[in-house]
Nanobody
Framework: QVQLVESGGGLVQAGGSLRLSCAASGRTFSSNAMGWFRRAPGKERDFVAS??????STNYADSVKGRFTISRDSTVVYLQMNSLKPEDTAVYYC????????????????WGQGTQVTVSS
């Protein structure tokens, strides 16, 4: 069992930065791939970034490449967001699954409650 709790969201001006954190508990955390998704108002939940179990492999949505960086340590996964744009406004969700392929299609087994990111123009 893995429990996920996100933090770090907030209000920021366009061009600014935020770092999201997802604290994970549970003895199997280190075996799980981790990722971030987001849901903008009126839209479906979209993939943002993923990282494999040992941090050696990362993937990003085209819309955030070069601006966002995903990383992890023993108990936390991070999403560093730079050069933020108003279109990045969304609720950001952390997710975990033993299969990174399952996670990347939005079918991860574990999900956090989400944290709001609002980027003003």
């Amino acid at each position: 069992q893995v429990q996920l709790v996100e933090s770090g969201g907030g209000l920021v001006q366009a061009g600014g930065s935020l770092r999201l954190s997802c604290a994970a508990s549970g003895r199997t955390f280190s075996s799980n791939a981790m990722g971030w998704f987001r849901r903008a108002p009126g839209k479906e939940r979209d993939f943002v970034a993923s990282i494999n179990w040992n941090g050696a492999s990362t993937n990003y949505a085209d819309s955030v490449k070069g601006r966002f960086t995903i990383s992890r340590d023993s108990t936390v996964v991070y999403l560093q967001m730079n050069s933020l744009k108003p279109e990045d406004t969304a609720v950001y969700y952390c997710t975990a699954d033993l299969s990174i392929d399952t996670l990347r299609i939005g079918k991860g087994r574990y999900w956090g409650q989400g944290t709001q990111v609002t980027v003003s123009s």
